[in-house]
């Protein structure tokens, strides 16, 4: 697992045998889904725990693209 910097978050990123190596049939979105180093991008931000001892684990802090606007303007 790997955090990335994309805007104000960190994108949780992960890569092992337990995750699946791409789309079947489907290799534009193969390419779209992983990184260059083969991690997939979930999508999903985290925060240390405690930035001084990452060994205390990554608090989910929601998504990296979770802005959208209803008609109501909210």
């Given amino acids: 697992m790997k955090l990335v910097p994309d805007g104000d978050k960190l994108e949780m990123r992960v890569k092992g045998p337990n995750v699946t190596p791409g789309y079947w049939n489907a290799p ?3 390419r779209s889904a992983f990184d260059e180093e083969g991690f997939y991008r979930t999508g ?3 925060i240390f725990l405690d930035a001084g001892i990452p060994e205390k684990g990554i608090l989910f802090n929601g998504r990296i693209a979770e802005d959208f606007k209803l008609l109501t303007g909210t």
């Fill in 28 to 30: 534009d979105l193969t």
């Fill in 44 to 46: 999903d931000a985290g």
